[in-house]
């Protein structure tokens, strides 16, 4: 890992320094006031929040796979954590990260990061914007200032706390709330290069502390003072039990995190022209989230934001990363003492505009106007995050839009009945010849087109089968256009070719694409059709499939494929194949 880091680092100046050290700072001073909010939120100590920042900040920077990434706590993690320390406790949820960061070491090592492009877009942007609407009720009791408060693990219940003490209300925290807010979207606009959430703090702090002092809740009153201490190591007691009682949590922690590192390092390497290892990014996210909890920090990962704002700033390499962490840590060592009177409601404004922004609207609206597959697979997954949890909202996200795609892709399938087209020089084979009054009782042959898959293998046989009923001697499948078969196709390609030479008939494949060869030859499909019987081209096929026909069937035609049938074969009658060669 070192060698890796050192090798993100070739060519690297004092001037390169420089940039890394002011965009290091900036994204610290923002992430000061975000790991904060985002701690309380989850239902723990701000402290446990800036330590996350600055110990997962510089190990996920030196380990990670991204040289632009910005570790630390963030707002997806918020209803998952909270979840966990309502049920388990703050000590179980150090368990929790702890297994997570083993998970995520072992998703890389096993090369598991380039699974991200599989989780369709709709699911992430629905569990999304579902967190989002989490965070943002979860700050409407600060911002009111409401008292007697009791947080819940689901929705339902948080918004009956809600309406249950509204008549709790402060005003004067509603006061320092909308102060806190106005400033927080007023300062991009006017001060470009200071961050609003900073500003928002801090100047609504200092007119909470001068003119309403006593009058709102503190951090020191309602967590008690922010110790200016370097935070201690300590290692959670770790029994079986634990691990059996927190495995699934754990799981939640890895996969979400997991998801949001990697997206996180997409968005880099979009902004930068570079390319991220997305293994390495997730060993290093494995990494940082073993070492956090022996330290009293939270489950980290990937933080877009703050990311994209390091590259806006000049970013060069990982060591901006590494001088954030560091630079949240002095702090916390220096003004300490001051932070701990913020108001609550002078960082609820900061969550909700962090939740808005995380929520991606348009995106949201565009997906769900399009009333697509996509949109249910987008709303379900929204709903279920909202109402039940993000595991249930993912899982089900998934198998919805796994079954929305296997039915698309089912309906991609065509398999056509084709007979050569007389009406051509060519005599290519054409779908369109083949109907009631001209069709060939000996031979029948099928073009099949798109991927032999469990969506899709049942209608393949009962198109085929259904349509044999009148027993042809040969059948010949134009397979040129089978990308992949899986397992069931497999199963159900078997059951077409043993019915049919159960029957004495003969299967003739033409046109087979080398990997799909290869298929068939492991599975044993190839050995019991027989290699003779597989053709590169048509042609070769219905020269081979003339030395079965019966001649008593067929009266009438002198040239195969280029004599027009006029009916199905009857003694007497014209007939459909001759049986001179092709």
Same mark, same amino acid.
């Given at each position: 890992?070192?060698?890796?880091?050192?090798?993100?680092?070739?060519?690297?100046?004092?001037?390169?320094?420089?940039?890394?050290?002011?965009?290091?700072?900036?994204?610290?001073?923002?992430?000061?006031?975000?790991?904060?909010?985002?701690?309380?939120?989850?239902? =723990?100590?701000?402290?446990?929040?800036?330590?996350?920042?600055?110990?997962?900040?510089?190990?996920?920077?030196?380990?990670?796979?991204?040289?632009?990434?910005?570790?630390?706590?963030?707002?997806?993690?918020?209803?998952?954590?909270?979840?966990?320390?309502?049920?388990?406790?703050?000590?179980?949820?150090?368990?929790?990260?702890?297994?997570?960061?083993?998970?995520?070491?072992?998703?890389?090592?096993? +090369?598991?990061?380039?699974?991200?492009?599989?989780?369709?877009?709709?699911?992430?942007?629905?569990?999304?914007?579902?967190?989002?609407?989490?965070?943002?009720?979860?700050?409407?009791?600060?911002?009111?200032?409401?008292?007697?408060?009791?947080?819940?693990?689901?929705?339902?219940?948080?918004?009956?706390?809600?309406?249950?003490?509204?008549?709790?209300?402060?005003?004067?925290?509603?006061?320092?709330?909308?102060?806190?807010?106005?400033?927080?979207?007023?300062?991009?606009?006017?001060?470009? +290069?200071?961050?609003?959430?900073?500003?928002?703090?801090?100047?609504?702090?200092?007119?909470?502390?001068?003119?309403?002092?006593?009058?709102?809740?503190?951090?020191?009153?309602?967590?008690?003072?922010?110790?200016?201490?370097?935070?201690?190591?300590?290692?959670?007691?770790?029994?079986?039990?634990?691990?059996?009682?927190?495995?699934?949590?754990?799981?939640?922690?890895?996969?979400?995190?997991?998801?949001?590192?990697?997206?996180?390092?997409?968005?880099?390497?979009?902004?930068?022209?570079?390319?991220?290892?997305?293994?390495?990014?997730?060993?290093?996210?494995?990494?940082?989230?073993? =070492?956090?909890?022996?330290?009293?920090?939270?489950?980290?990962?990937?933080?877009?934001?703050?990311?994209?704002?390091?590259?806006?700033?000049?970013?060069?390499?990982?060591?901006?990363?590494?001088?954030?962490?560091?630079?949240?840590?002095?702090?916390?060592?220096?003004?300490?003492?001051?932070?701990?009177?913020?108001?609550?409601?002078?960082?609820?404004?900061?969550?909700?505009?962090?939740?808005?922004?995380?929520?991606?609207?348009?995106?949201?609206?565009?997906?769900?106007?399009?009333?697509?597959?996509?949109?249910?697979?987008?709303?379900?997954?929204?709903?279920?995050?909202?109402?039940?949890?993000?595991?249930?909202?993912?899982?089900?996200?998934?198998?919805?839009?796994?079954?929305?795609?296997?039915?698309?892709?089912?309906?991609?399938?065509?398999?056509?009945?084709?007979?050569?087209?007389?009406?051509?020089?060519?005599?290519?084979?054409?779908?369109?010849?083949?109907?009631?009054?001209?069709?060939?009782?000996?031979?029948?042959?099928?073009?099949?087109?798109?991927?032999?898959?469990?969506?899709?293998?049942?209608?393949?046989?009962?198109?085929?089968?259904?349509?044999?009923?009148?027993?042809?001697?040969?059948?010949?499948?134009?397979?040129?256009?089978?990308?992949?078969?899986?397992?069931?196709?497999?199963?159900?390609?078997?059951?077409?070719?043993?019915?049919?030479?159960?029957?004495?008939?003969?299967?003739?494949?033409?046109?087979?694409?080398?990997?799909?060869?290869?298929?068939?030859?492991?599975?044993?499909?190839?050995?019991?059709?027989?290699?003779?019987?597989?053709?590169?081209?048509?042609?070769?096929?219905?020269?081979?499939?003339?030395?079965?026909?019966?001649?008593?069937?067929?009266?009438?035609?002198?040239?195969?494929?280029?004599?027009?049938?006029?009916?199905?074969?009857?003694?007497?009658?014209?007939?459909?194949?001759?049986?001179?060669?092709?």
């Amino acid at each position: 890992m070192k060698s890796q880091f050192t090798g993100r680092l070739e060519g690297y100046s004092v001037g390169l320094f420089k940039k890394d050290l002011l965009s290091g700072i900036i994204v610290g001073i923002v992430a000061i006031p975000l790991a904060m909010s985002f701690a309380i939120a989850s239902g =723990v100590k701000p402290e446990y929040g800036i330590y996350t920042a600055c110990i997962a900040g510089i190990l996920i920077s030196v380990f990670g796979g991204s040289k632009y990434q910005i570790g630390g706590p963030t707002g997806a993690f918020v209803p998952i954590l909270l979840g966990i320390v309502l049920t388990y406790g703050y000590e179980n949820l150090l368990i929790a990260g702890l297994m997570a960061g083993i998970m995520l070491c072992l998703m890389g090592i096993f +090369k598991l990061g380039t699974l991200i492009k599989f989780i369709p877009r709709p699911v992430t942007i629905g569990f999304t914007a579902g967190i989002a609407v989490i965070i943002f009720t979860g700050q409407i009791a600060n911002f009111l200032g409401l008292t007697g408060i009791k947080r819940h693990e689901y929705f339902i219940a948080n918004i009956k706390e809600l309406v249950m003490h509204v008549g709790t209300t402060n005003y004067y925290s509603i006061l320092i709330a909308i102060i806190s807010l106005v400033i927080i979207l007023a300062t991009p606009k006017i001060l470009p +290069k200071v961050p609003g959430a900073l500003a928002g703090i801090v100047i609504s702090t200092l007119i909470a502390t001068l003119f309403f002092s006593g009058q709102v809740a503190t951090i020191a009153t309602a967590y008690g003072e922010i110790p200016n201490t370097l935070p201690k190591f300590s290692i959670p007691e770790i029994t079986f039990e634990r691990i059996q009682l927190l495995i699934g949590p754990a799981f939640v922690i890895a996969m979400l995190g997991g998801i949001e590192s990697l997206l996180s390092a997409v968005v880099a390497d979009g902004m930068t022209n570079s390319k991220h290892n997305s293994n390495r990014e997730l060993v290093g996210q494995g990494i940082a989230n073993i =070492v956090t909890p022996l330290f009293g920090g939270i489950p980290a990962t990937g933080a877009i934001a703050r990311t994209a704002t390091n590259i806006k700033t000049g970013a060069a390499s990982p060591v901006s990363g590494i001088i954030h962490g560091v630079f949240v840590l002095v702090t916390l060592l220096l003004l300490a003492p001051y932070a701990s009177h913020i108001p609550l409601a002078s960082m609820a404004p900061v969550l909700m505009v962090v939740a808005w922004n995380m929520s991606e609207q348009r995106h949201f609206a565009h997906i769900v106007k399009l009333k697509s597959g996509d949109s249910l697979v987008l709303l379900i997954t929204f709903l279920l995050t909202v109402f039940t949890s993000l595991t249930l909202a993912v899982e089900v996200g998934l198998v919805l839009a796994v079954v929305l795609f296997a039915k698309r892709m089912s309906e991609k399938l065509v398999v056509s009945k084709v007979l050569p087209d007389h009406s051509k020089s060519s005599g290519k084979v054409q779908p369109n010849v083949v109907n009631q009054k001209h069709d060939c009782p000996q031979v029948s042959i099928y073009t099949i087109e798109g991927p032999l898959f469990f969506g899709a293998a049942q209608t393949f046989e009962q198109t085929i089968l259904n349509s044999l009923h009148y027993h042809p001697k040969v059948l010949i499948l134009r397979m040129s256009k089978v990308p992949f078969m899986d397992s069931t196709g497999e199963s159900y390609f078997s059951n077409i070719v043993e019915s049919f030479t159960n029957r004495g008939g003969t299967v003739l494949i033409t046109g087979v694409q080398a990997e799909l060869k290869e298929a068939l030859r492991r599975n044993g499909l190839y050995e019991k059709i027989g290699e003779e019987n597989f053709y590169p081209h048509t042609g070769d096929a219905i020269n081979k499939a003339l030395s079965y026909l019966d001649e008593t069937q067929c009266v009438g035609c002198k040239h195969f494929a280029f004599r027009e049938c006029t009916e199905l074969s009857k003694p007497g009658k014209p007939g459909c194949l001759a049986h001179e060669k092709f």
